[in-house]
């Protein structure tokens, strides 16, 4: 429906931060957005932006990566080059070249993950994945799920939501149910037993955490960097589904939900922030 697809855009204008984007109602253009938000690499948040960070990233540890890791990314890159120059192509078109260009990436990555050593930046390549997978998870939830639908809505968001984090068939084998905001949310955050749930990757990245060196200056017995996730941790695991649900018959907002998302997202920044400035030379530059 209109609405749905209205709620899923300006989801992929948060998501991206390229905005106005879709918040501009009067002057967007919903398909061309969408096109400049895969090919545009001169615009901030693009999937085409995102893309020249990785090569740039790639040619300065190059000699940390195998054969195998290589040709795969070369492969990649050819062909999304020759797809962001090509002027016509139909819808289906570009989610084949997307879905294409998914496979590629999960491949990459896993060659990555199989071939670094820790001591070789394994460990702060995991932990900053963690760090951003928990971030667009959060994102994705705040976007789309804050807000009171009509329970129709609602379903197609929800089943939207799943499909995008390649979760839809474990849902349906763990809750054996149609699709409710309770129960996604329950899945997607406080699941113990999926490993792209938040408490999970949250748990995750606090033993990860655990093997870098402390601040020597730091008396506490977490760091600088662990306290804000052990914050994360505790907050998710004090808290309930339907305690974030909780919402007066006349109101449209999840106001619980939003402000505990919120403080999850700015507690990781933290994190983030706290280990650039702790293992990254070229912070103060």
């Known amino acids: 429906s209109k609405k749905t697809n209205k709620i899923l855009n300006m989801a992929l204008t948060h998501l991206t931060m390229s905005y106005p984007g879709f918040l501009d109602e009067k002057s967007v253009l919903p398909l061309k957005e969408i096109i400049s938000l895969i090919k545009d690499k001169n615009r901030v948040g693009t999937l085409s932006f995102t893309l020249s960070m990785l090569s740039n990233l790639n040619t300065n540890v190059k000699n940390l990566l195998t054969i195998e890791a290589w040709r795969i990314y070369e492969r990649l890159q050819k062909e ?10 139909s819808n289906k078109d570009h989610i084949n070249e997307l879905d294409k260009l998914l496979i590629y990436l999960m491949a990459y990555k896993e060659l990555i993950d199989e071939s670094i050593f820790k001591e070789q930046g394994l460990i702060l390549y995991d932990i900053g994945s963690k760090i951003e997978i928990s971030q667009l998870l959060i994102s994705k939830l705040r976007s789309l799920f804050t807000q009171k639908l009509d329970k129709l809505i609602e379903y197609d968001v929800l089943d939207s939501m799943l499909n995008s984090y390649e979760s839809y068939n474990s ?6 149910s149609s699709l409710a905001l309770d129960n996604v949310l329950d899945f997607l955050i406080f699941n113990t037993k999926y490993p792209k749930s938040l408490i999970y990757i949250i748990t995750q990245l ?32 004090l808290t309930s ?8 018959e006349d109101e449209y907002v ?3 939900l939003d402000e505990f998302l919120s ?4 507690l990781l920044t933290q994190t983030s922030e706290e280990l650039t400035k702790t293992y990254f030379s070229h912070y103060n530059e």
Not at 171 to 176: F, H, I, L, S, V
Not at 263 to 266: E, K, P, T
């Open 80 to 89: 999304w080059n020759t797809y962001t120059k090509k002027e016509v192509f």
């Open 171 to 176: 849902y349906r084998a763990y809750y054996k």
């Open 206 to 237: 606090l033993s990860d955490l655990k093997e870098l060196p402390k601040n020597i200056n730091n008396n506490s017995h977490l760091s600088n960097f662990e306290e804000p996730v052990f914050k994360v941790f505790s907050m998710i695991t």
């Open 241 to 248: 589904t339907q305690k974030l649900l909780e919402i007066p």
């Open 254 to 256: 999840y106001k619980e």
């Open 263 to 266: 403080i999850l997202s700015g």
